[in-house]
Nanobody, 119 residues
Framework: QANLVESGGGSVQAGGSLRLSCVVP??????MGWFRQAPGKEREGVVR???????YFTESVRGRFTISQDRAKNTIYLQMNDLKPEDTAMYYC???????????????WGQGTQVTVSA
């Protein structure tokens, strides 16, 4: 499995923004996405990106988070706006095993990047 490399985490106040980046060696050949895991909680899916460039955001971030891509750099970006303390988590870039993945299809994760939102 290809190594995924995330960057861009940090600490912000509520209402602030951050942009996460992930270099995906398998870019365009399988589904991509972002997950997050808060302390004491299970990892949850944030966004699924299909190979046709369509995507699906989980309800808790819809309208605040957006996706963009740079094909030339094999990179996906997660733009996070209007951040809330409950968005605090380790964020993981991920790839799955088909073109149109559901959450359970993801089987490869990066090392993660920490996002901390203070009230």
């Amino acid at each position: 499995q290809a190594n995924l490399v995330e960057s861009g985490g940090g600490s912000v106040q509520a209402g602030g923004s951050l942009r996460l980046s992930c270099v995906v060696p398998e870019y365009g050949r399988t589904c991509m996405g972002w997950f997050r895991q808060a302390p004491g909680k299970e990892r949850e899916g944030v966004v699924r990106i299909y190979t046709n460039n369509d995507y699906y955001f989980t309800e808790s971030v819809r309208g605040r988070f957006t996706i963009s891509q740079d094909r030339a750099k094999n990179t996906i970006y997660l733009q996070m706006n209007d951040l809330k303390p409950e968005d605090t988590a380790m964020y993981y870039c991920a790839t799955g095993r088909r073109d149109f993945c559901v959450w359970a299809d993801y089987n490869n994760w990066g090392q993660g990047t920490q996002v901390t939102v203070s009230a």
